[in-house]
């Protein structure tokens, strides 16, 4: 394959794999039950695994295709799973009965979340017109959308996958931006966020022994009283 043709097969790529990050992160809004709330996040982090693959397929890097694999397996397959054996532990609660706000709301904020991504993002890509650089919006966006999810829904699982985009979308930044970061740093944040991880789903099982119901704001009403 000619030079041209394996840049633009590059390129293309890695449009992918950031749209497939993106729209993940939009159909987490999207859904309210959260057993297919975590099915997208799987996605998600899939989605994130291919997207520093092809930076290493780009790059032509060892070191980058093993923190890919390693992002997969933690952000694809370990972190889901922890999030299922979280939800398992809380009961029969499988919905986000109570947003604050709703689906179609939700959606709507979500694109204003996204032009302002793009919006902010122009002297960066203007700065750097490199594919990598140019896919920055998307990595800025998911972290908007992670925030947003983080603060507008009341389920504890929901709430720690809002946490788990944000995460996501600034290690998908970090890789962006710098076309790649060492494999030492890769693996410290990543035993930071299974450490809250585990201590979230430790402090959801509490919850639920205690009071029943890891919906947060009824605890709110519990302070309240």
């Known amino acids: 394959m000619s030079p041209p043709a394996a840049a633009l097969l590059d390129v293309a790529l890695?449009?992918?794999?950031?749209?497939?990050?993106l729209l993940t992160a939009v159909l987490?809004?999207?859904?309210?039950?959260?057993?297919?709330?975590?099915?997208?996040f799987t996605a998600h982090g899939v989605a994130l695994g291919a997207l520093v693959g092809v930076l290493a397929w780009a790059q032509r890097s060892v070191e980058l295709a093993l923190v890919a694999i390693g992002v997969l397996l933690v952000r694809g397959m370990l972190l889901p799973w922890l999030l299922r054996r979280a939800l398992a532990s809380v009961g029969p609660a499988r919905r986000e009965l109570r947003p604050v706000i709703n689906v179609a709301a939700s959606l709507l904020a979500v694109a204003g979340l996204v032009l302002l991504a793009f919006a902010v993002s122009v002297p960066l890509v203007e700065l750097d017109g490199s594919p990598a650089t140019h896919a920055m919006p998307v990595a800025i966006a998911v972290v908007l959308i992670g925030l947003m999810v983080l603060v507008t829904r009341r389920h504890a699982i929901s709430q720690l996958v809002g946490f788990l985009l944000v995460d996501n979308g600034i290690t998908a930044a970090g890789f962006l931006?710098?076309?790649?970061?060492g494999l030492v740093v890769e693996v410290g944040v990543a035993l930071?966020?299974?450490?809250?991880?585990?201590?979230?789903?430790v402090l959801a099982g509490r919850i639920r022994t205690m009071f029943g119901e890891?919906?947060?704001g009824e605890l709110h009403e519990l302070r309240d009283r």
């Open 28 to 40: 987490v809004v999207w859904r309210r039950d959260l057993p297919a709330v975590l099915q997208i």
């Open 177 to 181: 931006a710098t076309t790649g970061i």
């Open 214 to 216: 890891v919906d947060l």
């Open 14 to 21: 890695l449009d992918v794999a950031a749209g497939a990050l």
């Open 192 to 201: 930071d966020v299974l450490l809250v991880v585990l201590v979230l789903h």
